[in-house]
Nanobody
Framework: QVHLVESGGGLVQPGGSLRLACVASGNMFSQYTMGWYRQAPGEQRELVATVTSGGRTNHADSVKSRFTISGDNTKNTVYLQMNSLKPEDTAVYYC?????????WGQGTQVTVSS
């Protein structure tokens, strides 16, 4: 079992920045893919960005050049740096981890972009 705990959400004005963090604990494999997804009210959950244990990253087109995902293997933590935030980035952001055949989700953290 793996537990994921997110932090860093909140209310920010358009153009502002936030950094989300996801700490993983439990029985983890050395090779993994971790990432962030988001879900706005009335919308489906969508991929934001992923990072592998080898450091390979992938970002959705809607957030490229604004968001950056990174991982710290020594701390079992994945970060999502979000800059130039827009109202349409408002959503609950979920941390996701894939270890072999197993998939885990965090509880989510709310990000609201509003003036």
């Amino acid at each position: 079992q793996v537990h994921l705990v997110e932090s860093g959400g909140g209310l920010v004005q358009p153009g502002g920045s936030l950094r989300l963090a996801c700490v993983a604990s439990g029985n983890m494999f050395s090779q993994y893919t971790m990432g962030w997804y988001r879900q706005a009210p009335g919308e489906q959950r969508e991929l934001v960005a992923t990072v592998t244990s080898g450091g390979r990253t992938n970002h959705a087109d809607s957030v490229k050049s604004r968001f950056t995902i990174s991982g710290d293997n020594t701390k079992n933590t994945v970060y999502l740096q979000m800059n130039s935030l827009k109202p349409e980035d408002t959503a609950v952001y979920y941390c996701n981890a894939k270890f072999g055949p197993y998939i885990y989700w965090g509880q989510g953290t709310q990000v609201t972009v509003s003036s």
